[in-house]
């Protein structure tokens, strides 16, 4: 068997040269998240970008979730890959970078078709069960501790052969490192092995950015 190759900087680099080109508000966004220090890590990476636009693309998605929207990027990459009649709700419990979020979203004119709703996301996903919402695609992004409860809840409310896309599944190859034994390496650990050995779903990690789990409904 082949061993894969590592994905380091300047191959990183190589792939956003001859991959799709970003649109002027997401190259806006990066660097506006670039001036924040340390927090910009937070953001997706542009190769994540590349693979939401092209499910997207290619699929018949046209509702869309985010769970985690930080200033915007995931979720202005998959509102500019929906087709004119599609929308996306995302959920944010901070005021000041869903204030940043929603001000990239006017500029980019996709404010009608994202909806940003600011609390913590287990009471908005609640709702959206309770008001019998479903969607297409549903993007998780946020506190690394709740991931199972919102891949449950999402399970709730994506359709028969929707997505779920779960970022960081691969917790910067912390997954393999058995040394690494703090609260959140387990956790993503376990949440791995809880997703695998789901029955309501089937599912792969694709090694985009610091992983992508990808489920299907069943
Ligand atoms: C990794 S960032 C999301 C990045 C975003 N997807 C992007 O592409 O820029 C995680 C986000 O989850 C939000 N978050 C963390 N805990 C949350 C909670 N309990 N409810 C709602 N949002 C939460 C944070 O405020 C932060 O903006």
Redesign the pocket.
């Known amino acids: 068997m082949g061993s894969n190759i590592a994905i380091n900087e300047k191959i990183e680099k190589y792939i956003n040269d001859n991959s799709i080109k970003l649109n002027p508000i997401q190259k806006e966004?990066i660097l506006y998240?670039n001036d924040l220090g340390d927090i910009k890590r937070?953001?997706?990476s542009i190769s994540?970008c590349h693979f939401l636009h092209l499910i997207i693309k290619t699929s018949k998605i046209e509702r869309v979730l985010?769970?985690?929207?930080?200033?915007?990027?995931?979720?202005l990459?998959m509102s500019l890959a929906l087709p004119k009649n599609g929308s996306l709700v995302a959920?944010?419990?901070?005021l000041n970078?869903?204030k940043v979020a929603k001000d990239f979203f006017k500029k980019a004119n996709q404010e009608d078709k994202i909806k940003l709703i600011i609390?913590?996301?287990?009471e908005?996903l609640k709702d959206l069960i309770n008001n019998n919402e479903k969607f297409d695609l549903v993007?998780i992004?946020?506190?690394k501790e709740?991931y199972k409860k919102y891949y449950d809840l999402s399970l709730d409310l994506v359709k028969i052969n929707g997505l779920i896309v779960i970022?960081?599944v691969l917790w910067h190859g912390d997954v393999i490192n058995k040394k690494k034994k703090d609260k959140l390496s387990i956790n993503i650990r376990n949440f791995n092995s809880y997703v695998n050995s789901d029955k309501r779903t089937e599912s792969l990690i694709l090694p985009v950015g610091d992983g992508l789990a990808v489920c299907r409904k069943l």
């Open positions: 966004i998240n937070m953001q997706i994540q985010e769970i985690g929207t930080f200033t915007g990027l995931s979720a990459t959920l944010d419990k901070n970078t869903s609390k913590p996301a287990l908005s993007f992004d946020a506190d709740n970022d960081n």
